[in-house]
Nanobody, 116 residues
Framework: QVQLMESGGGLVQPGGSLRLSCAAS????????MAWYRQAPDKEREFVAA???????RYSDSVKGRFTISRENAKNTWYLTMNNLTPEDTAVYYC??????????WGQGTQVTVSS
């Protein structure tokens, strides 16, 4: 079973930047789709960004122009670079990987807090 390991969460001031990382526990399984989701307190989990094997990316309207998703396929690792952060970006961020046979894998979540 593949495990996704997240890192990079923490506290940042408004207007600051942060980069989240998501690394798979093995390099023997390739992910055709890599994505990020987030869940703010008392709100439902929402889509943030995704990148697929062909290099196509998409973002939620709330982060478009501020966040960038990228990947290093050889390392089975993907990133979410967050710029110009606001308090509304405060949430638990989860990485998601789409693996062989349509299986999905989730990270444990990492807290991102943007102070007011």
């Amino acid at each position: 079973q593949v495990q996704l390991m997240e890192s990079g969460g923490g506290l940042v001031q408004p207007g600051g930047s942060l980069r989240l990382s998501c690394a798979a526990s093995t390099s023997r399984i390739s992910f055709g789709a890599m994505a990020w989701y987030r869940q703010a307190p008392d709100k439902e989990r929402e889509f943030v960004a995704a990148i697929v094997g062909g290099g196509i990316v998409r973002y939620s309207d709330s982060v478009k122009g501020r966040f960038t998703i990228s990947r290093e396929n050889a390392k089975n690792t993907w990133y979410l670079t967050m710029n110009n952060l606001t308090p509304e970006d405060t949430a638990v961020y989860y990485c998601k990987g789409g693996g062989p046979g349509g299986r999905s894998f989730w990270g444990q979540g990492t807290q991102v807090t943007v102070s007011s």
